[in-house]
């Protein structure tokens, strides 16, 4: 008799313990939603949490970070209240000009990474890629002449900071900063780290391609991201884990247009100030998002040779590479 009474009892237990499990699992739901015209992309996330009011809360978070760093890093608009990039490309030539702290850490980062990606990132090619933007909306490739004269204000060294005033200066007045290469990614960063403060567990940031994810699904899967062919590579999508990782990719196939078989982007090499067609993209996974969009870029401009010696000298970080041909090469860790 108490055998059977010790088996009741464990299977009431046992019963109530799938029951609290399943209500758990119940309780968690996907919520997902996607902001338009930020960084001239979207962005989207993605959080498994418990109530729609915790979405809100992080959603609001999201979006908010999201439209603060697209007004700081914006290069073609003023806005009230708010000294951005705009700004100190228009003022900063005069006289030191005080920033936010916020500008200031990433100016401070932009010229980190240039260093840290031998120049071939670099915040201070606003005069060149102004001409390739040009060139792209009329679908007519640039002068070389055009080309040469905005590559003589391309120096990095024009742009000096001070941490102890927080002032930009830009010793060269024809020198313009262009934070493309360096924004999304640098953003979806700052994103991460708010979130996972405000107790998110959960999820997943694309901020127009840049993904960044932290924890896993409720059912313990991972979070990933695809690494796409272009249109007629009849390749399947390759899949990444992204959970506490970032993937970041480069590609020509998006913005750009063709002439005479030549294929012209928006990724322009600073040290010819064209753009270069080794390859289709180049995606680079690692812990840092702002990391991974700068060095997604900076390899789309090197050759093989270059981009896989300067990887291996970078940790936690892999690669591939989609060549022009369709092929793809991976760098160690992704064998």
Not at 2 to 26: N, R, W, Y
Not at 31 to 36: G, K, L
Not at 92 to 121: N, R
Not at 236 to 263: C, K, M, P, W
């Amino acid at each position: 008799m108490k055998k059977v009474i010790c088996f009741a009892v464990t299977a009431v237990i046992m019963l109530s313990a799938c029951f609290s499990l399943f209500g758990c699992a119940q309780r968690t739901k996907k919520y997902s939603d996607t902001h338009f015209d930020l960084f001239d992309s979207f962005a989207q996330i993605t959080v498994y949490t418990d109530s729609d009011e915790s979405f809100e809360e992080y959603n609001a978070l999201f979006l908010s970070t999201l439209e603060k760093y697209h007004q700081l890093l914006d290069i073609y608009n003023e806005y009230d209240g708010v000294v951005n990039l705009y700004n100190v490309n228009r003022s900063a030539h005069v006289a030191p000009m005080t920033v936010s702290d916020e500008l200031f850490e990433f100016l401070s980062y932009a010229k980190e990474i240039h260093s840290t990606t031998q120049g071939y990132t670099s915040i201070s090619m606003g005069a060149v890629t102004a001409i390739w933007k040009s060139a792209i909306a009329d679908k007519t490739p640039p002068s070389k002449d055009s080309l040469d004269e905005a590559s003589l204000h391309t120096d990095i060294e024009s742009l000096l900071l001070n941490p102890e005033d927080k002032t930009v200066f830009i010793s060269d007045g024809s020198m313009t900063l262009d934070a493309g290469a360096l924004g999304k990614g640098y953003v979806a960063d700052i994103i991460y780290d708010s979130l996972t403060k405000a107790g998110a567990e959960s999820f997943l940031l694309n901020v127009g391609g840049t993904l960044k994810a932290h924890g896993e699904k409720p059912d313990g899967a991972e979070w990933r991201g695809g690494i796409e062919f272009p249109e007629g590579i009849d390749k399947q999508d390759i899949s990444i884990n992204v959970s506490e990782q970032a993937l970041s990719t480069s590609g020509s196939y998006h913005r750009g247009f063709e002439l005479d078989g030549i294929r012209y982007h928006h990724i322009i090499n600073p040290f010819t100030q064209n753009c270069e067609n080794y390859y289709l993209s180049v995606s680079v996974i690692c812990p840092s998002a702002a990391d991974a969009d700068a060095f997604s870029t900076a390899l789309f401009s090197m050759s093989l040779e270059q981009g896989q010696a300067f990887i291996e000298g970078i940790e936690n970080a892999e690669v591939v590479w989609i060549l022009s041909d369709g092929s793809t090469v991976r760098s160690e860790g992704m064998k």
